[in-house]
Structures are given as structure tokens and as C-alpha cells.
T-cell receptor, first 113, second 114 residues
Framework: GNSVTQMEGPVTLSEEAFLTINCTYT??????LFWYVQYPGEGLQLLLK?????DKGSNKGFEATYRKETTSFHLEKGSVQVSDSAVYFC????????????FGKGTKLSVKP | EAQVTQNPRYLITVTGKKLTVTCSQN?????MSWYRQDPGLGLRQIYY???????DKGDVPEGYKVSRKEKRNFPLILESPSPNQTSLYFC?????????????FGEGSRLTVL
């Protein structure tokens, strides 16, 4: 079945640094891929998504490109802010199941001023 | 406002005392799900429901029950809580057939079982 692996955290960066959080997946076919974000004390919310190979999802300065050759969907941001401190989850659908997602274990990002 | 509402947000209880965590959504979503979040283990799915009266086990269903008698509500029941069920619980919902992947999450319920 489908699975996802993302880099372990925590990740600590200074403000304005470049961010990469790695995510690789195993899947049958080419499912949609997602990044969710969990701010402190809140539930998860969708950050961005890509629905087919070579698509680039973007939101709030974050980007991720669906790369089928490397089965990857790495999250990037050129200049992080303190307000980006959160836990980030890569996700993809359970094989054959609509609406049901598999999540990576999450990567905690802390941005220092 | 579109939202998923969980109650209680915080609860401390004792081993064996039955409890229910409620979840309600106002978006007419078919799909609802419960997850637990534990340090180092990420999010693990407990149960999910694709529509009224249709529920199925997730990855860690032991010790939990659910019901889906109405579309908007999906309560999580712990018949006899144990300390290993101390966790942060999230309810989520989505539209089933768009497959956009946008799950809407509640704010979480932090449960401590002594």
C-alpha cells in the first residue's frame, strides 16, 4: 500500500534562513500529495497540495514539487519567519480510499529571531 | 463558520471510567475520522466513517468505539480507558468524493488517564 517518509526533526533555523523538509513516498499510480501544518495548540490544516506529477503546490511562501522520478515532495521556503514555527506533515491518500490520508510522522520547525 | 468542534478540549480521568469525546462538523461532510497524536509516532488513525452508519477500523482501534448515527456527529467512546490511551486526539472531516485531500481538523482533545 501507499506510504510516506519524512525527515525527522526537530529543525531549528534562524529567521530568513532557507527551509527544506524532505518527504518521499511509495504509491501505486500517481496519487495527490499534500503538506499539512500544525501550529502550536491547534489542529492540522492543509498547507498545499499537488494533484499530478510535475505539479508545484504553493501557499504562504511555501512550495513543493511533485517529482515522480524521485518519488519526492519536498517542502521549501526561501525565507522563514518566526511565525512559521510549527509541525509539518507530508501526506498522501490510502490506496483505494477516497478521503482517507496517510501522514508522515511530522517535522517540528522552530524559527529563532 | 465552517468548523469541526471537539469536546472536551482537556480531560483528566481515571482508569476504567467510561468517557466520550464528541465531534461535530457543520460542513455536511460524508467522511469523518479520529486520530491520536503521540510524540515520535505522529498521527495514527483510530476509526473512520465514510457515511452515516458506515464505520471502519483504522490503524489503532483497540480500546475505542465509534458510532455514526447522524452525518454531523462522530463520537469517540473509551469504554474502559487505560493509561496508554493518554494522548492528544483529533477529529477530522472531508468531502468524500472530491478527493481533494483537504481534511478539516478539530482543535484537539488532550486526554490524560491516571
Amino acid at each position: 500500500g501507499n506510504s510516506v517518509t519524512q525527515m525527522e526533526g526537530p529543525v531549528t533555523l534562524s529567521e530568513e534562513a532557507f527551509l527544506t523538509i524532505n518527504c518521499t513516498y511509495t504509491a501505486t499510480g500517481y496519487p495527490s500529495l499534500f503538506w499539512y501544518v500544525q501550529y502550536p495548540g491547534e489542529g492540522l490544516q492543509l498547507l498545499l497540495k499537488a494533484t499530478k506529477a510535475d505539479d508545484k503546490g504553493s501557499n504562504k511562501g511555501f512550495e513543493a514539487t511533485y517529482r515522480k522520478e524521485t518519488t519526492s515532495f519536498h517542502l521549501e521556503k526561501g525565507s522563514v519567519q518566526v511565525s512559521d514555527s510549527a509541525v509539518y506533515f507530508c501526506a498522501l491518500p490510502v490506496e483505494g480510499s477516497q478521503g482517507n490520508l496517510i501522514f508522515g510522522k511530522g517535522t517540528k520547525l522552530s524559527v529563532k529571531p | 463558520e465552517a468548523q469541526v468542534t471537539q469536546n472536551p478540549r482537556y480531560l483528566i480521568t481515571v482508569t476504567g471510567k467510561k468517557l466520550t469525546v464528541t465531534c461535530s462538523q457543520n460542513m455536511n461532510h460524508e467522511y469523518m475520522s479520529w486520530y491520536r497524536q503521540d510524540p515520535g509516532l505522529g498521527l495514527r488513525q483510530i476509526y473512520y466513517s465514510m457515511n452515516v452508519e458506515v464505520t471502519d477500523k483504522g490503524d489503532v482501534p483497540e480500546g475505542y468505539k465509534v458510532s455514526r448515527k447522524e452525518k454531523r456527529n462522530f463520537p469517540l467512546i473509551l469504554e474502559s480507558p487505560s493509561p496508554n490511551q493518554t494522548s492528544l486526539y483529533f477529529c477530522a472531516s472531508s468531502l468524500m468524493w472530491t478527493n481533494t485531500g483537504e481534511l478539516f481538523f478539530g482543535e484537539g482533545s488532550r486526554l490524560t488517564v491516571l
